[in-house]
């Protein structure tokens, strides 16, 4: 699970949990001028994930870790399908982020809220 | 396993068009996205950013599309009643859908909306030569025949009502 919430002119993406066991030490910061929007997504996790990245160890039934695919690089944290949201972003490491969140119409109404 | 095909942007958006406008904004899934426009899910972020990208590209779309003909036509329109007729019979789904459901909760929305519908104003004040409010006044009527059907042939009680006004030269809208 991951709580997303606006700092300033940051969008923080904070790891709750284990999860932040293999999701970049806890927290990922961007600044909201590199988040292109936000979508609640529940048939995102039924997508072709590409190639993990070494290192990332994924037991079973959770999405998690950083993959590759058509050059992209896509990170992925979801366990409930229904809760995912996707945060497509532009020059940063990541391509785009698939987090579960607590309140996926909340979490977008915040970011498009923040981005507007 | 392939890259993405290349997808026909046009053709996405103009069939965007269509499912927002008769499904409305939360009605229709990324997933309905994906199955009716010929886009790979990671495509369709890459290009638009977000449902809510693409739903505003295909607001302008439609506003291209089918408000700007609309436009066209109202300035040749002679009397009230063919204003009514026009702006009812016009193909405006998604602005209508726009203005209800997304406007109240997204600035960028309603400033399309404002600005789509100032711009129907303006065509019908000069068309028919009667000031800025009675013109806004044509196009909130004419939105209201749209919501509500037109009861009563309301549309031409008003057009009768108006034109007699409007053929003595307006005297009244000063």
């Known amino acids: 699970m991951a709580v997303i919430r606006i700092d300033g ?10 999860d932040k066991l293999w999701a970049f030490k806890g927290s990922l910061t961007i600044p909201l001028a590199n ?49 995912a949201v996707v945060v497509e972003l532009a020059d940063e490491r990541y391509t785009r982020l698939v987090l579960q969140v607590e309140d996926p119409r909340a979490t977008v109404a915040l970011v498009e809220s923040a981005l507007s | 396993m392939g890259r993405p095909r290349a997808f026909d942007e046009e053709e996405a958006v103009r069939a965007a068009v269509g499912l927002f406008g008769g499904r409305a904004y939360d009605g229709v899934s990324v997933d309905d996205l994906v199955g009716h426009l010929g886009v790979h899910r990671n495509s369709l972020y890459k290009t638009f950013g977000s449902k809510r990208g693409l739903y505003l590209t295909a607001l302008r779309r439609h506003l291209a ?56 104003d303006r065509a019908i004040a000069d068309a028919l030569g009667v000031p800025a409010d009675m013109a806004a006044a044509l196009t909130s009527a004419a939105l209201g025949i749209l919501l509500r059907g037109n009861p009563d042939d309301v549309g031409a009680a008003l057009a009768r009502r108006l034109d007699s006004l409007t053929g003595e030269r307006n005297p009244t809208w000063q």
């Open chain 1, 9 to 18: 002119d940051d969008l923080v993406v904070m790891m709750e949990g284990l």
């Open chain 1, 35 to 83: 988040v292109r929007g936000v979508t609640a997504d529940p048939g995102m996790a039924a997508e072709p994930k590409g190639m993990r990245a070494p290192g990332s160890h994924v037991p079973g039934v959770i999405i998690a870790g950083t993959f590759h695919q058509h050059g992209e690089k896509v990170f992925w944290d979801v366990r409930d399908p229904a809760k």
């Open chain 2, 65 to 120: 599309d089918d408000l700007r003909p609309l436009l066209e036509t109202l300035a040749d329109a002679p009397d009230v009643a063919a204003v009514l007729r026009l702006v009812t019979s016009a193909d405006l789904g998604l602005l209508l859908l726009a203005a209800v459901e997304r406007a109240p909760v997204d600035e960028e929305v309603a400033t399309e909306v404002r600005t789509a519908l100032a711009a129907v």
